[in-house]
């Protein structure tokens, strides 16, 4: 009978030693997944930021003379892309088309994919520099007709 029951202990202690070793094992995995879930949603966070796209010009000029120009539109990094910023630059330049080969420097020379990344943390990548061969006053903004006001709708 003795036998029986200190078969039964050493099973008793054996479970006890597993249990100890699962809810540390838990506890690991737990802390290594919030560790994760946190990484994650600092990407998502800098996957949403707004990128402001600021032209620089024109190129020809002098540093001095050289102005930069803001466009009111600022994309989601997640959002932009090469062909997403030629249909930003191409509806602010106006009636004609907007000429892509002012952006060859930015792809060259990675600046697009350094501003799309963002993981570079030296630099400023909240803001994509397009360098422009003509003026950038030749843009045209034209802020949305204001509807806020149902009245101008019907009258």
Known sequence: MTYVWKTIEFLSYVEWMLSLIVITLQLLVMLRLSKIWRKNREREAKARSLITLRLRGPMNAPQSEQRDFEIPYRPRRDQLSRSELLG????????????????????EDGDLDRVLAGDDPSSDDEQLLIPWADDPTHFDPVPPPDTSDGDQASG
């Open 88 to 107: 930003i630059l191409g509806m602010y330049y106006g009636r004609e088309r907007f000429d892509s080969k002012s952006l060859r420097r930015i792809l």
